[in-house]
């Protein structure tokens, strides 16, 4: 009978350890028990090329994920959109009440070869910076025996997205290693059209929405803070688009001939541009910023960034900032009205003394939750009109052409909202624990970022909050050449993983 009760009392502290929350060090602990093989893990897969606009790359990233889930147990299935398929992979815990639900990407941006500092983007190279600021190739057998958390991976998605995704697998693999299991279920929906601004994502959403259910929403994309501390954020600005196209002659006429007599579009549509904005950068379309009134305890959270204003001109290269805001974290409160590019005749070494046919403008709109695309893209129409243009949605006819003296062509489409969750909600309650158990300190903050993911259609849909954990380096060069991973990042978002699968959630 001792023995018996001997044996039921180790079990029973044997269990209870293992339902332990790990510490900082023991967290520790169980990242190095997995390093090798995370390492391993990234390599490989940012091995499969994958940009967005191929359509060869994707399929071959889609199998690879399934591959990877189903291997560790994870039931797997394909949600058909239309086009591109979304991938959902769940994993079920006995006993679980709650559902967290993850979004991650797997495509790319497209790679210039020319601009990279390696052979192949698509084939991770190790790299240590150098005196004079440059980076130089490193052996990979190195990080058999050495780590040095400035060494850096390049290659094409190591940062955006497909790093976090290997820091959860590894994640995954390491609690499973120390024999732990969240006391909850997960999902995790991935998209192979991010890049391309998901433009299936939304009715995909509304139509399975049965399989999508969960409490909340982790986003696992971006980067942290500048400061490169532990960072959570709770919002990201949508995004829309518009393509603007000012006529001058039927065909580009020679400067010397009909200048000063044919209307040259480029200057047509470079003072409708002009006219939208004052000269500090604010929208002077009335209404355009409707609905944003900052309160006192908004600002403090905003001040609370630790952000320095002359770190960030000098990063950029600039002498002054526009003035929609007072700071850069209250300017992204608001929506921005950018030219993303303009194009009209020639420049260079193909410039031609020519009146230019066309000049197009291609503009997009960061969205807050507080801005209405439509009623933004109303106010610009009206904008528009009022500056005499008649305003279409095709190519002019020839009668047109002859009957209006400025005419502007205006394609818009609208990829996805805004998000934002409160930073005192539930959600944000559960994931500072975690992270102040990984780190031993509290997170950055940040009530909503600059750029767009596609979110707001779980959020709406879903009615759940979501919040971004972004790990990896800020200077990560997403999206540009020589995009990159520091090893401290990646070790680091691994540890995050890891303190938020093990954090229970009540």
Known sequence: MKKLLSLLLIFLIGFQAKSQKPTSLELDKMLENQWQQGLDLLQEIVSLPNDAMISAHIEPNIRWTESQFENRGWKSERLYTGGVPL??????????????????????????????????????VLKEQNADGNWDSIPVYRLENEFNPDWRFFARSSSDDKGPVAMFLTGWDAMRQAELNP????????????????????????????????????????????????????????????????YGPRVPQHSGHYGNYAPNPALILSQLLSSMKDE??????????????LTESELEILRSVPDNEASIRQKLGIARTDQVGN??????????????GMASGWVGAE?????????????????????DPVRLFELIEQHIKAQGFYLIDREPTAEERQTHPKILTLKKSISYQAFRTPLDSDAGDWLRKAIRRAFEKDPVQVRISGGSIPISPFVDALGIPAVTIPTVNADNNQHSPNENIRLGNYKDGIKTILSILTEPLD
């Open 327 to 340: 700071s850069y974290q209250e300017s992204i409160q608001y929506p921005s009205l950018n030219i993303r």
């Open 351 to 371: 410039a031609r003394t020519i009146v230019p046919a066309t000049a197009v403008a291609e503009i997009d709109m960061r969205l807050v939750p507080e801005s």
């Open 183 to 246: 006391n909850f279920n997960i999902k995790i929906i991935f998209d192979f059209e991010e890049e391309q601004g998901s433009p299936k994502l939304p009715e995909a959403v509304i139509e399975h929405q049965s399989k999508l259910e969960a409490d909340l929403m982790l986003i696992m994309d971006g980067p942290r803070h500048i400061s490169n501390e532990p960072t959570l954020t709770f919002g990201a600005r949508g995004i829309s688009e518009m393509t603007l196209t000012t």
């Open 280 to 293: 500090n950068g604010k929208v002077t379309l009335p209404g355009f910023y409707d609905g944003i009134h």
């Open 87 to 124: 991938l959902l992979v769940e994993k079920k815990q006995s006993n679980a009440e709650k559902t967290v639900l993850f979004y991650f990407h797997m495509d790319g941006q497209a790679v210039d070869q020319s601009k990279w500092n390696q052979s192949n983007p698509y084939q991770a």
